[in-house]
């Protein structure tokens, strides 16, 4: 799967995330409901709705909306309260409006200068590299019958070698109904357990194993049907890895140039340690693979 090189990244993009409804565009903004005389307009509603509970997202929509309007009207009231007692005066207050203030600025110049920035173009060009570094691997498609005892298995050997269906014979002996006639599909390495890999990745295509295969689920007589190089995902396949992946650069990017105009001055030894580390760039953090495809 698709990894982040730098814990700040992946914070920033959530934080974007849950914040996107304050960057909704342009629309018709209806008074909804006054408190006291103050107007509540769909856009605050909609600011609500973003913001409440995560076990609130599989209410409907209409329920999510009651919600969101009746938090705005709790705040609404006790804000009103608030500023009667001059609350907004308070230290604590000040430092936290300045910082939420900041942070949907920070928010804001994001969506503006990635998420809406991305084009089709580097999306796909991130994906081609993505995928030129990933190596093929090998796949085969197998069936297998699998019984309890290392005679039960020679004989069905025995049978196969008489010219029987290794189908049919699936159907009939095989201990394992999850499969249809014995059908495991196609598998790279390291989806099965090492003894029945070993011997399926040893069979030419067409090919069936002339003795017994055990493992832990018993003993095994495995069918070979095809080996091929198992095909990369497609781009809509994996478009919301290699996005988040352009997005993550260009956040980078738009650090990095920040950070070369403005010092960053750290007091605490131990903090700025901790703090550089995680910054720091990682080697090879643009070459992991891109991600698995889907099973066939």
Known sequence: MFKFSKLAAVALIAIAAAHGAAFAEDKPDPVVAKVGGVEIRQSEVDLATAG????????????????A????????????DAAKEGLENDTTFKQRV???TERELHNAYFKKHVVDA???EEVKARYDKEIAAV?????????????KTEEEAKEIIVALDAG???????????????SEGGDLGYFTKGRMVPEFEAAAFALEKGAYTKTPVKTQFGFHVILVEDKREQAPPTL??????VRQMVMRDKYIALIETAKASA???IEDPELKKTYDEINKPQAGAESEPAAEPKKN
């Open 236 to 241: 809509e396949q994996v478009e919301p890895q």
């Open 164 to 178: 029987k269906n290794f189908a049919d014979l699936a159907k009939e002996k095989s201990t394992d109904a999850a």
């Open 52 to 67: 409440l509970d995560p076990q609130l997202a599989n209410l409907p929509p209409e329920q999510k909306t009651v919600a």
């Open 69 to 80: 309007l009746s938090a705005l009207i709790d705040v609404k009231l006790l804000a009103a």
């Open 98 to 100: 300045a910082y939420l």
């Open 135 to 147: 190596e093929p691997q090998e796949e085969v498609r197998a069936r297998h019958i699998l019984v």
């Open 263 to 265: 010092a960053v001055e």
């Open 118 to 120: 991305i084009t089709p």
